[in-house]
């Protein structure tokens, strides 16, 4: 049966309650869980596989006080909010369900821009959420020059995975992290973590200057096509992260994610 899945960033239980009564009461099911600010346990990940889920047909975000102003909330959200659109797609609906204490930062990471805001405390709110409950199915026309998606537990460590979009062919791939960590890299097919890889011409430590923004980041020279990732295990929690085709003998066009 679809669902809303909702995050409360709130740990006000009868505010939460309050929510799915009225989605229930408005012939919606609805599950969720209250969100868990720990980046070293990898906490962030662990409602992924309910909200990537087919039952899953709406992911609501439920946001009080400053909880966006956090850095923690805003990497660990950015990062789910990363791979659920890489699983479910650019047109797969995600809310933010604000109450009336809540304070919108003046800027936020680049994943969570463009979710559309709703007032809880509007009295048509529920029924704005019942019709895009039942709109159809998102088919995920939308499209970007590249694929980024980010896995992680606390066996394997933080992996980004990036590389060019349906239509697209890097003759290599760069990835840097600004305040973080490269420890590896590997090559292999889209969606899963290679067990071995073949680098050609791997660089490690290069500087990279973005503004006043300073990334360290590593590079291959093999072939990426549409099928093909670029994987980068990441340590600590860097700001922003730059990736993109690489050659050493052209200039090339970079992609930037601020995660903080």
């Known amino acids: 049966m679809k669902r809303l899945w909702l995050t409360s960033m709130s740990r ?6 309050d929510i799915l009564a009225n989605l229930k009461k408005y012939g919606l099911e609805a599950s969720g869980h209250f969100w868990k600010d720990n980046l070293e346990k990898m906490e962030w990940i662990a409602p992924r596989e309910e909200i990537i889920s087919n039952d899953t047909a709406i992911w609501a975000i439920f946001l009080t006080g400053d909880c966006l ?15 659920v659109r890489a699983k479910r797609g650019l047109d ?8 009336k204490n809540f304070l919108m930062p003046e800027e936020i990471p680049t994943p969570l821009r463009g979710i559309d805001v709703l007032d809880i405390t509007s009295p048509t709110v529920f029924a704005k959420l019942v019709a895009m409950f039942h709109r159809s199915p998102a088919k995920n026309t939308s499209e970007l020059d590249y694929k980024v998606d980010v896995y992680g537990n606390q066996q394997i460590g933080q992996w980004f995975e990036v590389g060019p ?12 992290v600004s305040n973080g960590e490269i420890t590896f890299h590997a090559v292999g097919k889209k969606g899963r973590l290679p067990e071995r ?24 020279q093999n072939p ?8 980068v295990q990441v340590k600590g929690y860097p700001s922003s992260i730059v990736f993109g085709p690489f050659s050493q003998n052209d200039e090339t066009e970079l992609f930037y994610l601020q995660l903080k």
């Open 12 to 17: 006000d239980e009868k505010a939460v309650k």
């Open 165 to 176: 979009g349906t239509n697209f062919q890097w003759e290599g791939a760069i990835f840097g």
């Open 92 to 99: 797969f609906p995600i809310i933010f369900l604000k109450d």
């Open 197 to 220: 890889a073949i680098l050609n011409y791997p660089i490690k430590d290069m500087k990279l200057a973005l503004g006043e923004e300073e990334f360290i980041s590593w590079a291959v």
């Open 69 to 83: 102003n956090r850095d923690s909330t805003r990497y660990g959200l950015s990062l789910l909010t990363i791979t």
């Open 224 to 231: 990426i096509g549409p099928d093909d990732s670029y994987f």
